[in-house]
């Protein structure tokens, strides 16, 4: 696995005195395990919409940040949660009018077989829980994951969570499989995928591990970005189900409308999760996050455990996920994430025919992944060219980052914000950048 965008210290990045001073404080309180992004690291002091500013008052595109669902800072967002932390902010076992008028409104975004929802703080959290009930449900401990998935920072998710790093040790009841790359891998992708499931189950049971989960980002972010052909989850499903587990469809990345289509990244698939998870983009931000689960799958757990996340789901939280669910809606987010991202995929296809480089562009909606290569023959992964590229963007002012195995696949998740004007400047910068790989 290639370390993706990661600032190196020992490379001498042409960096202010302040921000030299700054990291060194940075690392001297926060240790050795966080990464900055970029070779030269960016400073931000203040975000607004698409846009991201630095200490020196120059604005950003961001190409990037999911997180921000409904744009940086925005303001329907900060007004509900100022609102709310002025009025009461408390935990989840008093009765409080929030959290039931926002369960309403967001279980309504969900088929009608999920009609729970349970929340927590994060998306880790959320992952976590969902493994629990899955674990309690179906009285197995297996999980299978694609081979460079990542789920979250639980001790029970890093076990799960191949993408960080080769210290980072992947559980005995764990099983790994190919993502489904349509684009390197030869024939069906629901076949291939189906049968690489059925095979790490039968892998399972030879070694006395009874299966809980499958459990899958349904556009397989951190694995390169896999979206086509829609539909090729459901075989996959079915395998799990046979098998006696369920399936958990995380949706920190492709959901809330990004994908464009639909408002979650598994309906492109025509199928039914046992339980969804979902993370921060819930709040634009703001720590939200939680599961949508079937009563049937619930049942037995919530009569046999309690279930408190002190913070999870409280007033303010819940002000902000409702907030964001009305800009979501009310702004037709779902519908510009659809038509803002096929504008762009074409721009990424029609550079695609200009530059040899680019190998692949694919993804659904606001979540392109752009695959660049060194030999169209061999495919080979040109992933030092997307470093180069991915910072060259960054010092035109363009925030993107890496994914896949090699490191060499553009992700591109910007706010759901994202107009098509902003999609031509980063189509522009992205072609001036490109010329100069
Ligand atoms: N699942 C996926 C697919 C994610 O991308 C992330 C976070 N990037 C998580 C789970 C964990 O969410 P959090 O950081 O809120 O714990």
Same mark, same amino acid.
């Given at each position: 696995?290639?370390?993706?965008?990661?600032?190196?210290?020992?490379?001498?990045?042409?960096?202010?005195?302040?921000?030299?001073?700054?990291?060194?404080?940075?690392?001297?309180?926060?240790?050795?395990?966080?990464?900055?992004?970029?070779?030269?690291?960016?400073?931000?002091?203040?975000?607004?919409?698409?846009?991201?500013?630095?200490?020196?008052?120059?604005?950003?595109?961001?190409?990037?940040?999911?997180?921000?669902?409904?744009?940086?800072?925005?303001?329907?967002?900060?007004?509900?949660?100022?609102?709310?932390?002025?009025?009461?902010?408390?935990?989840?076992?008093?009765?409080?009018?929030?959290?039931?008028?926002?369960?309403?409104?967001?279980?309504?975004?969900?088929?009608?077989?999920?009609?729970?929802?349970?929340?927590?703080?994060?998306?880790?959290?959320?992952?976590?829980?969902?493994?629990?009930?899955?674990?309690?449900?179906?009285?197995?401990?297996?999980?299978?994951?694609?081979?460079?998935?990542?789920?979250?920072?639980?001790?029970?998710?890093?076990?799960?969570?191949?993408?960080?790093?080769?210290?980072?040790? &992947?559980? /005995?009841?764990?099983? %790994? *499989? @190919?993502?489904?790359?349509?684009?390197? !891998?030869?024939?069906?992708?629901? $076949?291939? #995928?189906?049968?690489?499931?059925?095979?790490?189950?039968?892998?399972?049971?030879?070694?006395? &591990?009874? /299966?809980?989960?499958? %459990? *899958? @980002?349904?556009?397989?972010?951190?694995? !390169?970005?896999?979206?086509?052909? $829609?539909? #090729?989850?459901?075989?996959?499903?079915?395998?799990?189900?046979?098998?006696?587990?369920?399936? &958990?469809?995380?949706?920190?990345?492709?959901?809330?409308?990004?994908?464009?289509?639909?408002?979650?990244?598994?309906?492109?698939?025509?199928?039914?999760?046992?339980?969804?998870?979902?993370?921060?983009?819930?709040?634009?931000?703001?720590?939200?996050?939680?599961?949508?689960?079937?009563?049937?799958?619930?049942?037995?757990?919530?009569?046999?455990?309690?279930?408190?996340?002190?913070?999870?789901?409280?007033?303010?939280?819940?002000?902000?996920?409702?907030?964001?669910?009305?800009?979501?809606?009310?702004?037709?987010?779902?519908?510009?994430?659809?038509?803002?991202?096929?504008?762009?995929?074409?721009?990424?296809?029609?550079?695609?025919?200009?530059?040899?480089?680019?190998?692949?562009?694919?993804?659904?909606?606001?979540?392109?992944?752009?695959?660049?290569?060194?030999?169209?023959?061999?495919?080979?992964?040109?992933?030092?060219?997307?470093?180069?590229?991915?910072?060259?963007?960054?010092?035109?002012?363009?925030?993107?980052?890496?994914?896949?195995?090699?490191?060499?696949?553009?992700?591109?998740?910007?706010?759901?914000?994202?107009?098509?004007?902003?999609?031509?400047?980063?189509?522009?910068?992205?072609?001036?950048?490109?010329?100069?790989?």
């Amino acid at each position: 696995m290639t370390m993706i965008n990661a600032f190196d210290p020992s490379a001498g990045a042409n960096l202010s005195a302040a921000d030299r001073t700054l990291i060194e404080r940075r690392e001297r309180v926060l240790g050795p395990a966080y990464r900055l992004f970029y070779a030269h690291p960016a400073h931000f002091v203040r975000g607004e919409g698409v846009w991201l500013y630095d200490d020196q008052g120059n604005p950003y595109l961001d190409v990037y940040n999911n997180v921000a669902s409904v744009g940086h800072c925005r303001p329907e967002v900060v007004e509900a949660i100022a609102r709310q932390a002025s009025v009461l902010n408390t935990h989840t076992r008093y009765l409080h009018d929030g959290i039931v008028d926002f369960a309403e409104d967001f279980l309504k975004e969900f088929p009608s077989g999920l009609r729970h929802l349970m929340l927590t703080c994060t998306g880790s959290e959320a992952n976590d829980l969902a493994l629990r009930i899955a674990r309690h449900y179906t009285g197995g401990t297996g999980v299978i994951v694609t081979k460079l998935a990542y789920h979250g920072v639980t001790g029970d998710l890093a076990e799960l969570s191949p993408s960080l790093g080769s210290g980072n040790k &992947i559980a /005995p009841h764990v099983r %790994l *499989v @190919d993502a489904p790359d349509q684009y390197r !891998g030869t024939g069906d992708v629901a $076949a291939s #995928f189906a049968a690489s499931v059925a095979q790490a189950i039968a892998d399972m049971k030879q070694h006395n &591990i009874k /299966p809980a989960a499958l %459990l *899958v @980002d349904t556009i397989f972010s951190s694995d !390169g970005v896999f979206a086509d052909p $829609a539909g #090729f989850l459901k075989p996959a499903v079915d395998e799990i189900r046979r098998a006696g587990g369920i399936f &958990i469809a995380d949706e920190v990345q492709p959901g809330f409308g990004r994908t464009g289509v639909e408002m979650w990244g598994f309906q492109r698939h025509d199928i039914l999760p046992d339980i969804v998870t979902v993370g921060k983009p819930m709040g634009n931000g703001h720590p939200v996050a939680g599961i949508i689960v079937s009563p049937t799958v619930v049942d037995s757990f919530g009569k046999t455990s309690r279930y408190f996340n002190t913070f999870g789901g409280n007033p303010v939280s819940c002000a902000a996920a409702h907030a964001v669910l009305k800009v979501i809606k009310g702004q037709k987010l779902q519908e510009n994430a659809l038509t803002t991202g096929q504008y762009l995929a074409d721009g990424l296809k029609r550079l695609a025919t200009k530059y040899p480089l680019i190998g692949d562009v694919r993804g659904s909606g606001l979540f392109i992944g752009v695959e660049l290569i060194s030999d169209s023959r061999t495919k080979q992964p040109a992933t030092a060219e997307t470093t180069r590229l991915v910072n060259g963007l960054r010092e035109r002012r363009v925030l993107i980052s890496a994914t896949g195995p090699h490191a060499n696949v553009l992700k591109i998740r910007p706010p759901l914000v994202f107009s098509q004007e902003n999609a031509a400047m980063f189509l522009s910068i992205l072609d001036e950048t490109l010329a100069t790989i």
